[in-house]
Nanobody, 116 residues
Framework: QAQLVESGGGLVQPGGSLRLSCAAS????????LYWYRQAPGKGREFVANINSTGHRKNYADSVKGRFTISRDNAKNVLYLQMNNLKPEDTSVYYCKAAVGLNERWGQGTQVTVSS
């Protein structure tokens, strides 16, 4: 069975750092583009970052550019999101997604709370 399992969320103070992981199994991980999305209370799902199948191209939402870094390890089938200088507005449930064409696979989400 194809699975994406997220970990690394938690409570952090403003200005702190956190690294999210998304471990994949059951599909050809290296063939998929990977994405991070987030959804804050009362808001819709928001694009955060994506990375192509080889890891050579990355894109970021303006709200996180310069603070967040997306990366992948195709040998370990893991997607990462390094989050630095966290702000209260980063508080959200973070979801990973693997996609090729119209075929999408989603993780279960992990809660990130940034609060003083």
């Amino acid at each position: 069975q194809a699975q994406l399992v997220e970990s690394g969320g938690g409570l952090v103070q403003p200005g702190g750092s956190l690294r999210l992981s998304c471990a994949a199994s059951g599909f050809i991980f290296s063939a998929y583009s990977l994405y991070w999305y987030r959804q804050a209370p009362g808001k819709g799902r928001e694009f955060v970052a994506n990375i192509n199948s080889t890891g050579h191209r990355k894109n970021y939402a303006d709200s996180v550019k310069g603070r967040f870094t997306i990366s992948r390890d195709n040998a370990k089938n893991v997607l990462y999101l390094q989050m630095n200088n966290l702000k209260p507005e980063d508080t959200s449930v973070y979801y990973c997604k693997a996609a090729v064409g119209l075929n999408e696979r989603w993780g279960q989400g992990t809660q990130v709370t940034v609060s003083s």
